[in-house]
């Protein structure tokens, strides 16, 4: 039986039992039975240090976008509600971790700013992307960071610059308590034409390599070094595999996506069936690229 939450966490913006359903891209997942909503990063802080002095774990989520949720979640689920003010400074932009990240690219290409053309499709927050470090067209989000706010498990706020070993393919450390809350993407003065065109571009590639029709979390694996987990995929013979209303997409192997009403039994079944043909045909283990909530 979950305890009763404290007072002062329950004063600040909240809601209750909201299906993850409704949380995710994927569509799937049980209910998240508390979701706080903070406004303020006085807020976010005032949360995160009622749950440790109360010892009460909680999870961060963003827009997710590459996550998996598997069943009901009990503990505190924290989503920033900041306001989404972006400031530019020279060829500087700034933005608060809740701001949409497509959005922000969106931004930069208005305003003639080059280095963030590679983000255009990739959906979820800023926070989201800088917690996975976001990547697409051999570009990541460290490549363009320049500083970035957050705070530590024990509520204390840093901001720094990035540091090696910080940031690597689809991970950074800021996991486990750690909540990302801003960051300042350095950029470069650039044609607006010339922006929007590589934007139509990438756009354009990923709109006939990937299923963006239907719900999906994007790629469910990490690519193996030097190898491709949708190819793999693909040549183990599974696309289209289709367990209710969950598939592997036809279009693009390393993509799950949700026909309607596919259940998050049926996501957690395809993902390990997955695994195991792959490991079979190629004798490679497959590794998640999206967050499992379980
Ligand atoms: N391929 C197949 N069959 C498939 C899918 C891909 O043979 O079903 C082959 C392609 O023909 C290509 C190779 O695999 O030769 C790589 O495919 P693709 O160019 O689509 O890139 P990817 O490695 O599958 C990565 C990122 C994507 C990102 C794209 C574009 C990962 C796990 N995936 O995909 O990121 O959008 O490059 O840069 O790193 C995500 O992170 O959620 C994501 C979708």
Redesign the pocket.
Known sequence: MPRPLPDDLLKLPHRRDVPFAKLTTLGVGGTCRWLFEPTTEGEVQSFVRACVREGLPYKVLGGGS?LVVLDDIEIPVLRLALPKEVIREGTRLSAPASYGHIRLSQDAAKAGLAGLE?AA??PGTTGGALR?N?????RELVDVLQTFRFLTPEGELVEKRPEPGEFR??WSFLTGGHVALGYTVALAEGDAEAIAATVAVNME??GT??PLSKRN???????PTGS????L???AGL?GFRIGDAEV?P?????LVNHGHATAAEFAELMATVREKVRAVHGVELEP??EIWR
């Open positions: 590459n590679f499709g990739i996975m976001a990547g697409a067209y051999g393919y689809r590639k990923r390599s990937q979390a994007g790629c469910i694996f990490k690519n491709s987990a949708g190819r995929i693909d040549q696309k997409s279009e693009h192997a390393n993509f690229e999206v």
